[in-house]
């Protein structure tokens, strides 16, 4: 850790920032035009062109933005200035594109599973603000189903960071070590399972909080006419838009980085501008794979589950299969000669 | 745990897709100009399903066979049909009909045939094309 | 303390195709009561009719409604020729039954698409809206439009289904006798569908009976009831129909929203079993109509006079046309009822107790046609009335008065 300047560090914090916010929202929209196009392929029509969510949103700042009457209006207003910017904090955090992230020191794992938690709830405090009945039905489901999916979301990252503290020492939950020790390399047959189980509930707990089918309940169009969002239009309506866009990139690269944290250059015995262009676009390719299993090909694959069923899911399958996992992988440990155990 | 829908959705996904892209395969930007390049020959319109014999589209009107009876107007369910007493023809109103062609069936002459054309969008209830008055050349 | 909130659904809402209003008392997420307020889209066709000779009535009976188009024409013919007591001849009866048929595939594989969107499962809804093109251009090539058929006129058809034509059905048939094997396992066999119909939405026999309810809701709790079995009208006599139940399929009667499915993806599969026995027994020559030549139809219908009922199956369920002629260009009364009337008060027993995520697909589970369900009844300190066109519009005229003093 280099000590520099106040000035200097207050540059990279601000370019950092607006650069890791450019980065975010360009590719979440990129992203997203290429999830409804495939998924549009899959059901056998056209689509809409990939540029199309930039149009959305460009559409969407220049409508009118209504704030109804029972709403209170400075929550109203805020809610969604907040959720798009925690958004764009925990990008910080990540790494992304094969560099090590950005304040990799200042914050790790666990700040990032609290700065998932913002922007969901500021969508429950806009849809509580709203002062309309399907916007509250759909406020409530949203805290219940962020309620059941932090269970697994918690097992998967500690039983990483378990496995991982028997292998390495200093900070487990720190991204840079993680990144820099893959565990597939240091696992057996046992944990190799275990790992597969946790890759699965990691993947099945995207949609939840993204609210995409078949957890979408708090957004369901069909029973409750938008929930959170029904009332929102305008300005407000796109920052959330983006604010989903954004987030689909940090789960994504959450998956990235827990599960396949691997580098291209290396292989290829690249160096220099070469090797991080590599890199990049390597990331991008990962992405790409992991944003078609874990949300598009769920979303078109199954119907909308309901809130007793979105719940059940969580608590009981998949925290089973978590718990299994992670028993795996102690296991696994035990089987192997541990450092200073 | 079966999820039927998932195979046939990865099998889609390397198909054609179904839809037919008529007028054109996305949205332009400015309808208006995608009118006037289709209209100087730059673009070409990808063609509509193709339609059957008997499609009931856009009435044509045989003036010279015409006798004045006024059957057609008095069967039209929507009263499209005007009658012309000074010269004993008629007039159809195409905004008004409903493509029944109970006229067609009831005329003594066979005055009135359906032909196919079904794109009769027009921003004026009255304009020339929604007005059948004359023969058709 | 009152711990509930009152949720309303309509009368415009992504769940409803067409305008109803719900009230729903809420408490936490189950229904508590509800409330259903009909008849949000009174277009006075009736009383047009009573404006336009029985020929026009009949193109403005089949603008009803766009699903089931056929319907109404068939039961108000039916109704009419008994009054002026002509009888059809033949082959026109088979050609109705063929036409009524292949309404009835089209109109339960809309539906299917429409319930599938209803649980959000889109990928089913465009599959079953893509098999459905099939039908539609088949319609399209018999009867010259996709939608509005204008097939049936007092006394016959006014179409002949000639041979050369028999192919492209005979195409048809086999199109789907292969893919609805495709749609049933998709809806009847994915576990998540299942998750969401199975055991919601009851509706038991006895409140089946004791509502009234008609066509595949009620089949779908074990009442047998299908109009074309108990009065063999047209040519069912002679075909070999039976009434429709779930447990051909699954072996029992439940009742809920999966019977109900079970009940219309078989319908279609005896349509296109009665289309071929129809294709089999149609006399190849004949008279398509009793009366050919219009001006002579219209002069006989002006001197009838009587009453009389006309009744179909329509894919919804039995609708009920009464046409009363005096003698004079314009009948004295023409009234409708359709099948959806009866099919609406039984959507508070099936609801009550379920959640809100219910409302959307136990709703559509009845395939609501409000199209067809045109009648504004206002309760008053308990009186009901029955509005016409002129109270309307005197009710509107004096809002209008009364937001502009505000």
């Known amino acids: 850790m280099s000590f520099l300047s106040l000035s200097e560090w207050g540059f990279k914090i601000v370019i950092g920032t607006l650069l890791a916010a450019a980065f975010g929202i360009i590719l979440g929209l990129v992203f997203k035009g290429i999830d409804r196009k495939i998924a549009a392929h899959m059901q056998a029509r056209v689509g809409p062109p990939i540029r199309q969510p930039f149009r959305d949103v460009a559409k969407l700042f220049i409508k009118e933005n209504i704030v109804p009457e029972n709403a209170i209006p400075w929550l109203f207003n805020l809610a969604p200035i907040v959720g798009l910017i925690a958004t764009i904090s925990i990008l910080l955090y990540l790494p992304i594109g094969g560099l090590n992230p950005l304040f990799g020191d200042k914050g790790d794992l666990i700040l990032i599973l609290y700065l998932l938690i913002i922007p969901s709830l500021a969508m429950v405090v806009g849809g509580f603000a709203s002062g309309s009945p399907y916007a509250t039905v759909g406020a409530q489901r949203e805290m219940i189903v962020m309620m059941s999916y932090e269970f697994p979301l918690a097992i998967t990252i500690i039983a990483i960071a378990w496995r991982l503290s028997s292998i390495v020492g200093g900070n487990v939950f720190s991204l840079a070590t993680i990144v820099a020790n893959p565990l597939w390399n240091n696992v057996g047959l046992l944990g190799f399972i275990g790992l597969i189980l946790l890759l699965i509930v990691l993947v099945l707990v995207t949609p939840g909080e993204l609210s995409k089918i078949?957890?979408?309940?708090?957004?369901?169009?069909?029973?409750?006419?938008?929930?959170?969002?029904?009332?929102?239009?305008?300005?407000?309506?796109?920052?959330?838009?983006?604010?989903?866009?954004?987030?689909?990139?940090?789960?994504?690269?959450?998956?990235?980085?827990?599960?396949?944290?691997?580098?291209?250059?290396?292989?290829?015995?690249?160096?220099?501008?070469?090797?991080?262009?590599?890199?990049?676009?390597?990331?991008?390719?990962?992405?790409?794979?992991?944003?078609?299993?874990?949300?598009?090909?769920?979303?078109?694959?199954?119907?909308?589950?309901?809130?007793?069923?979105?719940?059940?899911?969580?608590?009981?399958?998949?925290?089973?299969?978590?718990?299994?996992?992670?028993?795996?992988?102690?296991?696994?440990?035990?089987?192997?000669i541990p450092l200073g155990w | 745990m079966r999820f039927s829908m998932v195979p046939e959705l990865l099998k889609q996904l390397f198909k054609k897709p179904f839809t037919n892209k008529f007028p054109a395969k996305y949205a332009p930007p400015s309808t208006k100009e995608f009118l006037e390049a289709v209209k100087k020959g730059k673009i070409k319109i990808v063609p509509p399903v193709e339609t059957p014999p008997g499609f009931r589209g856009k009435i044509n009107y045989d003036r010279e066979k015409c006798i004045g009876c006024q059957l057609c107007v008095k069967v039209c369910p929507s009263q499209a049909i005007e009658f012309k007493p000074e010269e004993k023809k008629i007039r159809i109103y195409i905004s008004r009909c409903t493509f029944c062609a109970q006229c067609t069936d009831v005329c003594p002459v066979n005055a009135l045939s359906m032909s196919d054309e079904f794109l009769l969008a027009n921003e004026d209830k009255l304009a020339k094309e929604l007005i059948r008055e004359e023969k058709v050349a | 303390m009152k711990t509930t909130y009152t949720l309303p659904i309509g009368p415009i809402h992504p769940a409803l195709k067409e305008p109803v209003m719900f009230e729903f008392e809420i408490d936490g997420e189950k229904i508590v009561n509800v409330d259903v307020k009909a008849g949000q889209v009174h277009r006075g066709i009736e009383w047009i009719g009573t404006q336009r000779n029985p020929i026009q009535i009949l193109y403005l009976a089949e603008r009803i409604c766009g699903i089931c188009n056929i319907s109404h024409p068939f039961a108000y013919c039916r109704a009419v020729e008994y009054i002026a007591d002509v009888e059809v001849p033949e082959k026109a009866e088979y050609i109705r039954v063929i036409i009524a048929e292949l309404e009835r595939i089209h109109s339960h594989i809309l539906w299917a698409g429409v319930a599938a969107h209803e649980v959000g499962f889109d990928s089913v809804l465009y599959l079953s809206w893509r098999l459905r093109e099939n039908v539609m251009d088949l319609i399209e090539y018999l009867t010259g439009n996709r939608v509005t058929k204008a097939m049936f006129t007092i006394g016959g058809v006014r179409r002949d289904i000639t041979k050369d034509q028999y192919p492209k059905i005979e195409n048809t048939i086999k199109y789907y006798r292969e893919n609805m094997g495709k749609l049933k396992h998709v809806f009847l066999d994915d576990k998540t569908f299942k998750l969401r119909c199975r055991d919601c939405g009851i509706l038991t026999k006895d409140n089946a009976l004791k509502l009234c309810a008609v066509g595949p809701t009620t089949r779908a709790s074990g009442v047998k009831k299908d109009v074309r079995v108990d009065q063999a009208y047209s040519a069912y006599g002679d075909l070999d129909i039976d009434y429709i139940t779930p447990d051909i399929l699954t072996g029992e009667v439940k009742g809920d929203v999966y019977d109900r499915i079970v009940v219309r993806l078989l319908e279609v599969e005896q349509s296109l079993d009665l289309i071929e026995q129809c294709l089999d027994r149609m006399p190849t020559s004949g008279n398509i109509a009793v009366e050919e030549k219009i001006p002579k139809l219209l002069a006989t219908l002006k001197k009838v006079e009587g009453e009389g009922i006309g009744r179909h199956e329509a894919p919804r369920g039995e609708v009920i046309h009464y046409v009363k002629l005096t003698g004079e260009e314009h009948p004295y009364t023409w009234k409708v009822r359709a099948p959806t009337y009866n099919n609406i008060l039984p959507w508070i027993p099936m609801l009550l107790g379920e959640q809100i995520a219910d409302i959307p697909i136990v709703a559509a589970s009845t395939d609501p046609c409000l199209s067809c369900t045109n009648r504004v009844a206002i309760v008053e300190n308990g009186k009901k009335n029955i509005l016409t066109g002129e109270d309307l519009h005197r009710l509107s005229v004096e809002k209008t008065r009364r937001l502009m003093r505000k």
């Open chain 1, 214 to 336: 078949p957890f979408d309940v708090p957004e369901a169009e069909t029973e409750i006419a938008g929930g959170l969002l029904v009332e929102y239009s305008g300005r407000n309506l796109a920052l959330f838009y983006l604010t989903d866009a954004v987030k689909t990139v940090v789960m994504g690269s959450l998956i990235i980085a827990l599960f396949f944290p691997y580098n291209l250059s290396p292989l290829l015995g690249l160096n220099g501008y070469l090797a991080s262009t590599v890199d990049i676009l390597f990331y991008l390719l990962k992405l790409f794979i992991v944003i078609i299993f874990s949300v598009t090909l769920i979303r078109v694959g199954v119907a909308r589950l309901k809130i007793d069923q979105v719940v059940y899911t969580y608590w009981i399958p998949l925290t089973l299969v978590g718990l299994i996992g992670l028993v795996l992988l102690m296991m696994d440990a035990r089987a192997f």
